[in-house]
């Protein structure tokens, strides 16, 4: 069975901020839904600066959006570019059933 396992690296004075531009205020929740394309979502509601989605066991890089200047807002749907981001790798499919999936997020540190 595959799973999407959640990682998520927030640092500095922006763990503290409600401003979505700058980072996250306290814990990060993140949820997934299952299936070939799974919503990925996260509160409190910031921006991430990366996010990549990578097969566990090789460290395949399975999709990269890219970040604009105002940030990758959550949900985000495996797959699907949010408006105004860019990919750096178009999505493979999940073989589901068979690998394990991990979920890279940044957030920004502020200042």
Known sequence: MAFL???????GAACGSTDPSTGCEGPLQLTTSSGPTPTIDWNPDC????LAVY???TGHTLWAPHRAAQG???PV????VPLGITELLPAE?????????????KFPTGT
Request: proline share 3%; aromatic share 8%.
């Open 5 to 11: 396992l959640a990682l998520a690296a927030c640092a």
């Open 47 to 50: 921006r991430a600066d990366e």
């Open 55 to 57: 097969e566990v066991t």
């Open 72 to 74: 990758i807002a959550s």
């Open 77 to 80: 749907t495996y797959g699907t």
């Open 93 to 105: 499919p999940l073989a589901l059933g068979t690998s394990s999936f991990a979920l890279y997020m």
